[in-house]
């Protein structure tokens, strides 16, 4: 199983009944090709769309139905569109139960960087940083390391951050973490990691349960 589908498939536990949810640019737009057929809730768009469904098929695309990644949609049933103020109005207002967004640099405290890299080109902050304020719940969804064996859970975020103390859990391919007043609390770790070694690719210091951990 590949890292990108171990966090996915972990990922659709979080997903309840009726809700309603945001899905960050990159690693959480695939999320709805890992949702059950009866999925029960709606998928918004800060472009506009509530309903949004996987990613339409080569000869299924609509020029018109984009998600905020700019990539083409099917809609679900019970879907509609609108301006993209009501759609901001929906997140300022708090009616975003859920929201999933990928990550540079997550730290102990539940701060979160993942808009831009000094020295990189980037387009913008856009939707994450109201989402990460005002959603019910945030979740990061990212790799535990970089592509340079670097962790990505901090002390303390080095990066321009998105939002201040936002984040509520994390789940990378090694480990499901919940940010806690006390620290950084390990609630379940992949099969094929040890406790070392979720530390030693981590910076910030975790905190283990007594309990045996849940293995995914």
Same mark, same amino acid.
């Given at each position: 199983?590949?890292?990108?589908?171990?966090?996915?498939?972990?990922?659709?536990?979080?997903?309840?009944?009726?809700?309603?949810?945001?899905?960050?640019?990159?690693?959480?737009?695939?999320?709805?090709?890992?949702?059950?057929?009866?999925?029960?809730?709606?998928?918004?768009?800060?472009? #506009?769309?509530?309903?949004?469904?996987?990613? =339409? &098929? +080569?000869?299924?695309?609509?020029? @018109?139905?984009? !998600?905020?990644? %700019?990539?083409?949609?099917?809609?679900?049933?019970?879907?509609?569109?609108?301006?993209?103020?009501?759609?901001?109005?929906?997140?300022?207002?708090?009616?975003?139960?859920?929201?999933?967004?990928?990550?540079?640099?997550?730290?102990?405290?539940?701060?979160?960087?993942?808009?831009?890299?000094?020295?990189?080109?980037?387009?913008?902050?856009? #939707?994450?940083?109201?989402?990460?304020?005002? =959603? &019910? +719940?945030?979740?990061?969804?990212? @790799?535990?390391? !970089?592509?340079? %064996?670097?962790?990505?859970?901090?002390?303390?975020?080095?990066?321009?951050?998105?939002?201040?103390?936002?984040?509520?859990?994390?789940?990378?391919?090694?480990?499901?973490?919940?940010?806690?007043?006390?620290?950084?609390?390990?609630?379940?770790?992949?099969?094929?990691?040890?406790?070392?070694?979720?530390?030693?690719?981590?910076?910030?210091?975790?905190?283990?349960?007594?309990?045996?951990?849940? &293995?995914?």
């Amino acid at each position: 199983m590949s890292k990108t589908e171990r966090i996915l498939r972990r990922a659709v536990e979080e997903i309840l009944p009726g809700i309603i949810i945001n899905l960050g640019i990159g690693l959480p737009t695939l999320l709805p090709d890992y949702l059950p057929d009866n999925f029960a809730g709606l998928i918004h768009s800060e472009n #506009g769309v509530l309903g949004c469904g996987s990613v =339409a &098929k +080569r000869g299924q695309a609509r020029p @018109t139905l984009i !998600d905020s990644a %700019g990539h083409y949609i099917n809609l679900t049933p019970g879907s509609s569109c609108f301006d993209s103020a009501v759609s901001f109005a929906m997140i300022r207002r708090g009616r975003i139960d859920l929201c999933l967004l990928g990550a540079f640099e997550v730290d102990s405290c539940g701060n979160l960087a993942n808009w831009k890299i000094p020295g990189k080109l980037s387009p913008g902050i856009g #939707g994450a940083m109201e989402l990460a304020q005002k =959603a &019910k +719940r945030l979740i990061v969804l990212s @790799t535990h390391t !970089d592509k340079n %064996g670097r962790p990505k859970i901090l002390e303390r975020c080095r990066l321009p951050l998105t939002a201040p103390a936002c984040v509520n859990r994390i789940i990378t391919d090694e480990a499901v973490i919940d940010v806690t007043p006390e620290g950084l609390l390990v609630q379940e770790i992949a099969e094929n990691v040890s406790l070392q070694e979720l530390q030693n690719h981590t910076e910030a210091k975790l905190i283990f349960p007594e309990n045996t951990l849940r &293995k995914f």
